[in-house]
């Protein structure tokens, strides 16, 4: 069965360094979206892309964040200037369309130290 | 208030036993999804059911829909000790080709065997 994948599963970084998180959609899927959960709360939003633009983004979602699909198969997440309360697990999510679920990927724990 | 609230918050129960989590959420919705979370894992879909219908089931999974009172509900049959995690609603608005979810606040279930 076809699901989402993301690299790496854990990822520690310095405060004010920058990362890249990465994601493989579900390949038949046209709609990517970006969520973050901080440790013991629920999962927000981020932003949502499609056709290769930005379809709707969250007030967390600020010039810090970016998305981009670098080419047909990856979705990435990039944060800049990392800052402690950074740290979260950060879900990837795609979706073929129509009134149709989210398939959601297992998730990389990101630690900003 | 938010859109999505489970309650109860934490529901224990012994192996065998139903267990019931409820949704309340605030605006209109084109549907609504159960995700299932283990601890520190990623979330995985268990059902969706659209704004048109009332009930839906899947295995041991019931979910029921109340579009009039903004509610919905998961019930777990002969639950098991693997049943252990938690379960979020999450509500979807869908328009002119997007999505956008919103998460509740989750029911920490645990099973005893």
């Known amino acids: 069965e076809p699901e989402v994948t993301q690299t790496p599963s854990h990822q520690v970084t310095q405060m004010g360094q920058e990362v890249i998180l990465r994601c493989v959609p579900i390949?038949?899927?046209?709609?990517f979206y970006w969520y973050r959960q901080i440790l013991g709360q629920k999962v927000e939003f981020l932003v949502s892309?499609?056709?290769?633009?930005?379809?709707?983004k969250s007030e967390i979602f600020d010039d810090q964040f970016s998305v981009e699909r670098p080419d047909g198969s990856n979705f990435t997440l990039k944060i800049r200037s990392t800052k402690l309360e950074d740290s979260a697990m950060y879900f990837c999510a795609s979706r073929a369309g129509g009134n149709n679920e989210q398939f959601f990927g297992p998730g990389t724990r990101l630690t900003v130290l | 208030s938010q859109q999505g609230e489970e309650d109860p918050q934490a529901l224990s129960i012994q192996e065998g036993e139903n267990a019931t989590m409820n949704c309340s959420y605030k605006?209109?919705?084109?549907?609504l999804q159960w995700y299932r979370q283990n601890s520190g894992r990623g979330l995985v879909h268990l059902i969706l059911?659209?704004?048109?219908?009332r009930e839906k089931h899947s295995g041991r999974l019931r979910v029921t829909l109340d579009t009039s009172k903004k509610s919905s509900s998961l019930l777990i049959t002969a639950s098991r000790a693997a049943d252990t995690a938690s379960y979020f609603c999450a509500t979807g608005q869908y328009s002119g080709g997007y999505q956008k979810v919103t998460f509740g606040t989750g029911t920490k279930l645990q099973v005893i065997p």
């Open positions: 059911i659209r704004s048109n219908e």
């Open positions: 390949s038949n899927h046209l709609y």
């Open positions: 605006t209109s919705i084109n549907n």
């Open positions: 892309f499609y056709n290769n633009e930005i379809s709707e």
